[in-house]
């Protein structure tokens, strides 16, 4: 979906995100998810959704990179539908179901923890830079939402020979307080059985149910999400539906990421976000929810390359509310960086 003429890049503290002037797609109707299949990784398999690079609307050459997309906690791979259309004029593109989410099967052992998804976000990065082709072999651009933001942040900071450029969208830093938007019933799911009852009890609830509490969550302006995003949001969720091990996967990452946050050392999402490499990008919404939007110019401030976009009006999920502004950042990042990795291929 594309954003209304009024939704602007609001102020932001921190080193600001340059916008791209590149020619993109008009995004004039709601696109159908992108084709996909299941690639190994670790321990089993996971769906990956793959979008081909159309290269410039103006036909110029261009360079033809890959990025891979990294939904968030409850999301899927189709949460990067309109994105991954937009920024093809660069980057061959892969959207990953972490596993248990979306057509992904789940984990060996049905264990849903931060390091088990960081595992297989590097399976895929390793898969893509295997991929032949001009980027065959080359880093790949890691963007990620939410869930799959803390995913891609700690991967940059393990493995940022795989990773050419970071971007996280509202990503759940750690905190240690629950936001306004949870219940601090959330908190019992750190105890031992509780995430089965949980389960259970968030199965009872009906795909339309859901859709519409997860539009009102999410969104800064839920009024704005056309009917037809709305129709895919359901009958996606009654796919989930047929999944027995889908409410499971919810809950049990939900438990993975509050647990995540009381590690200390290299496993601290703040430690590691300090010893980021890549060129970082830094998006988030003005009436995010979920994740406190104060957050952001922290987050900026702690990693070495980082620029930061703050969108105003927008909620938890840019790269849904508002696909255009957040392509742009993403492009002005990667553009800004052309001809300095042009001069370190030379040396």
Known sequence: MSESSSSQAAPAAGRPATSSTTALPPLKSVLPPWPGEEIAVRGGEVFVRYTPWTGPEDGSDAPRERALYVHGLGGASTNWTDLAALLAVRFDGWAMDLPGFGRSQPPPRGR???GGHVRAVVDVLEHIARQPGAAAGRPVHLIGNSLGGLVS?????????????????SPAMPVYRVPPAFSRALLLLLVPGIPSLAARRIGAITPEQSVRAMVRMCFGEPSRVPPERLEQAVQEMHERAGQPWADRALTHSMRGLITSYLRGGAANAWRAARALTPPTLVVWGSKDRLVDP??????????????????????????????ELTARAVLGMVESTDGVERAATCR
């Not at 957050?295 to 849904?320: E, F, K, Q, T, W």
């Open 294 to 323: 104060a957050l952001a110019p922290r987050l900026v401030a702690v990693v070495p390359d980082s620029r930061l976009l703050v969108l105003d009006g927008v909620g938890h999920v840019a790269m849904l509310e508002a696909p």
């Open 112 to 114: 849903y923890s931060i």
């Open 153 to 169: 942040l700690l991967v940059a900071s393990r493995r940022p020979d795989l990773v050419a450029s970071l971007t996280l969208i």
